[in-house]
């Protein structure tokens, strides 16, 4: 050890012996070789003639209770009671009261105050300290920032914050500078928070209310999808004339058989032949049940092939409710066709399921279509959700 130390309180810095010493009472010195030869922190004072010293130090964890009042006669130490303490060798009377943990600044109590050691304080899990000055002896905990959908490039720690990173995970798609889940609705909580808005009383009154709306209502659909029938039978890629003879010549040439399968899996439309594709057409504008005649289309290649019935929910899970009507836009859905589905079904889930049925009828409707639309509407992290529930490569 060389240079100037510091000293702990109550000891003096010995210049010549290089060491820290108790301050010797009056009459008393603490000699230069005893003090290079013994520890840093002693306290071996002599008496004139070289007698032994009578102010001994007391052991941490205690303080003086009784100096000695003549050489020989030992110094009476004490335990330093609960709340108290003392690190080193001493000649106080009393111990230092121990530091309480300030709960309002969020600290917590990483070890608990002993006779030795001081309390020590940190910061609550989910919180980093705030140094208020430079040896941050006092300091605030403050809240870690959640990063909510991000990648984290940082965890949050005692000492520093978290790092969010600026992409977002994955089933999430990002909406300026917040990340949203894909999964934003499902259908059975959406019924029942509404049964449970009606079970409370008066909900004969409430219905009765309601008739009148809903009457009205019924009305003023009724009207407009009959206006809505029209407008897409006009805009119709085949004419009524041109569908009969498409029947008409359905016994010379194989077309696409529409039974239980093809309604049971509204996107498997890969058409055998053109007069397969005038029939399923046709077939759909009229709404009438198709013939058990016929042979069916063979199968569809995996990524050109259209969803089966089950895999139109997983597009349906993925892609954020109010940017619906915008996908199937994107999708090429005419407007009218969606409005008709508006006004036909009630529930918005069953919506969603109709106009992506109603889409796949179309030649044009396969897998790399719904990938590209999302692509295009910026919901990357919906299209990876979709490829890995439907296990389709990228």
């Not at 230069?32 to 102010?55: F, L």
């Not at 917590?108 to 030795?116: E, Q």
């Not at 969803?307 to 109010?322: E, K, M, T």
């Amino acid at each position: 050890m060389s240079g100037r130390g510091a000293c702990p309180a109550g000891m003096n810095w010995i210049e010549a012996a290089q060491h820290c010493c108790l301050p010797c009472p009056a009459g008393e010195r603490c000699p230069v070789r005893v003090a290079w030869h013994s520890t840093p922190w002693h306290s071996r004072c002599t008496a004139p003639g070289g007698r032994a010293p009578c102010h001994p130090t007391v052991p941490a964890g205690t303080f003086l209770f009784k100096p000695c009042t003549s050489p020989g006669n030992d110094s009476e130490c004490r335990d330093c009671p609960a709340g108290t303490f003392r690190t080193q060798p001493n000649t106080l009377r009393e111990c230092q009261a121990c530091y309480e943990c300030d709960r309002q600044a969020f600290q917590s109590v990483l070890s608990n105050c002993s006779a030795t050691s001081n309390v020590a304080c940190g910061c609550e899990p989910g919180r980093f300290r705030v140094c208020l000055d430079k040896q941050c002896s006092e300091f605030s905990c403050r809240k870690c920032q959640p990063c909510t959908g991000r990648l984290i490039q940082r965890p949050c720690s005692e000492a520093q914050d978290t790092l969010c990173d600026s992409s977002c995970k994955p089933d999430f798609y990002r909406e300026g500078d917040e990340c949203r889940p894909c999964h934003t609705h499902h259908a059975g909580q959406l019924m029942g928070m509404f049964l449970l808005l009606l079970s409370g009383s008066g909900l004969e009154y409430i219905l009765l209310g309601l008739t009148g709306p809903f009457f009205l209502g019924a009305l003023a659909i009724y009207r407009k999808r009959k206006r809505l029938w029209g407008d897409a039978l006009a805009g119709g890629p085949l004419p009524t004339a041109q569908a009969a003879t498409s029947v008409a010549g359905a016994a010379a040439t194989p077309w696409c058989q529409f039974g239980a399968l093809r309604w049971d899996n509204p996107c498997w439309t890969q058409p055998c032949s053109p007069q397969g594709r005038e029939c399923a057409n046709t077939q759909t504008l009229l709404w009438e049940p198709p013939s058990d005649e016929g042979e069916p289309c063979a199968p569809p290649e995996p990524r050109g092939a259209l969803l089966q019935g089950s895999q139109l929910y997983a597009v349906i899970d993925v892609v954020p409710v109010r940017r619906w009507k915008e996908f199937m836009r994107m999708l090429e859905l005419r407007e009218a066709e969606i409005e008709l589905v508006e006004l036909e079904v009630t529930h918005i889930r069953d919506q969603q399921y109709e106009m992506l049925k109603r889409w796949c009828q179309q030649t044009s409707a396969t897998l790399d279509h719904v990938f590209a639309a999302l692509e295009r509407m910026e919901l990357a992290g919906c299209a990876e959700a979709l490829r890995q529930s439907l296990s389709v490569g990228p």
